[in-house]
């Protein structure tokens, strides 16, 4: 079983940039997907940035050109550089792990098939 710990959330202002971290330690399925998804109170949750074992990546068209998702296979460490912040980026942001889906945003499959960590907060001020 796979355990995902999140860190690097804070509160900022506007246009500032944070990077995330997650670590994944126990068993890791070296061909799953691995991404970022966030949710904010009241909201549903959505993704973020996804990273597939091939390398190949995904963004919401909301963090496209602002957002970078990397991961490090070594130290099995998923990053999300976040740049020109934003107050609507404001949520809870979590780390998950899942066998790849056909679309990369199918979110019941996510739902149903992913390992989660706990989350950190990102708050952003205007």
């Known amino acids: 079983q796979v355990q995902l710990v999140e860190s690097g959330g804070g509160s900022v202002q506007a246009g500032v940039s944070l990077t995330l971290s997650c670590v994944a330690t126990g068993y890791r399925h070296t061909t799953y997907t691995m991404g970022w998804f966030r949710q904010a109170p009241g909201m549903e949750r959505e993704g973020v940035a996804v990273?597939?074992?091939?390398?190949?990546?995904d963004y919401a068209e909301s963090v496209q050109g602002r957002f970078t998702i990397s991961k490090d296979n070594a130290k099995y460490e998923l990053t999300l550089r976040m740049n020109n912040l934003q107050p609507e980026d404001t949520a809870m942001y979590y780390c998950a792990t899942y066998p790849t889906p056909l679309s990369s945003w199918n979110m019941s499959w996510i739902l149903k098939y992913a390992t989660w960590g706990q989350g950190t907060q990102v708050t952003v001020s205007s």
């Open positions: 990273v597939n074992s091939d390398a190949s990546t």
